[in-house]
């Protein structure tokens, strides 16, 4: 089955920018349109993939443009309670605030710092009206490249996400992350919910993977000292790391068989 909306999460430094980074090229060099959505407040896509840095320094990320918050929601960013508009027009803003390169488009959503997780506020409005529209109503194959949990969707976009991938290594923590990550997915109904091994030095680490994820592994990705030096070098991940595009592939081969 063609997917058509994926979304990626895990814990810090667990590789999920990588496999996004690698989902959106292996994509777009099949001649697919892809938007990939930095979700994540650390950042690190357009990096991973390999967008020149003038390019990336034109992306403002959604949730910093308060002028444009105040005029969609009617109040000023940073408030919480009162009255703003919950969903605001977005419709226009993938095209005016991204960036393109190689076939693939680019925006950042940026972090909701005031109101903690979950807040009533304009730029949490703004985010989670965004993201549904980029989810429900555009044709673009979607990479959402996520924090550990699921702050920008809803239940009315649970059912239109194809896959919810969560990245792990082998390590306790890793997987403490994604039973969370999987019951979050789950309270909004979001039961398609995989997992893709990374970092992984042999048969002891699939092992304990297999044995111990929350969720179906698809496949697994193997630790990989040339995305490390990628990464160092400044350069984006798809042409430095060849074994792990064809790793990447096997992935979505298995899951398009779901």
Not at 150 to 167: I, K, N, P, S, Y
């Amino acid at each position: 089955m063609p997917l058509n909306k994926i979304a990626v999460s895990g814990k810090g430094g667990v590789g999920k920018t990588t496999l996004s980074a690698m989902l959106a090229h292996i994509y777009a060099r099949r001649g697919r349109s892809v938007i990939a959505i930095d979700a994540d407040p650390a950042g690190g896509l357009a990096e991973a993939l390999g967008f020149p840095p003038d390019l990336v320094a034109q992306v403002t990320p959604i949730a910093e443009m308060d002028d444009l918050i105040y005029e969609r929601t009617g109040a000023k960013p940073g408030t919480s309670g009162g009255f703003f508009t919950i969903n605001p027009r977005v419709d226009d803003i993938p095209d005016r605030f991204s960036v393109s390169y190689q076939g693939i488009r680019f925006l950042r959503l940026g972090d909701i710092e005031v109101g903690g997780s979950g807040c009533i506020c304009p730029e949490s409005a703004l985010l989670k009206a965004l993201v549904t529209h980029l989810i429900l109503y555009r044709d673009e194959l979607l990479i959402l490249d996520m924090e550990a949990g699921v702050e920008h969707l809803g239940r009315a976009t649970a059912r239109a996400v194809d896959a919810f991938l969560v990245v792990l290594e082998p390590g306790r923590r890793s997987l403490d992350t994604a039973r969370r990550v999987r019951q979050l997915a789950a309270d909004i109904g979001i039961t398609n919910v995989y997992a893709v091994g990374n970092k992984v030095r042999g048969e002891s680490d699939r092992a304990f993977l297999q044995e111990h994820s929350p969720v179906p592994i698809l496949d697994y990705l193997s630790a990989n000292t040339e995305l490390t030096e990628a990464d160092m070098r400044g350069e984006g991940i798809f042409d430095a790391a060849p074994e792990t595009v064809e790793e990447v592939e096997r992935i979505i081969v298995a899951l398009e068989a779901l």
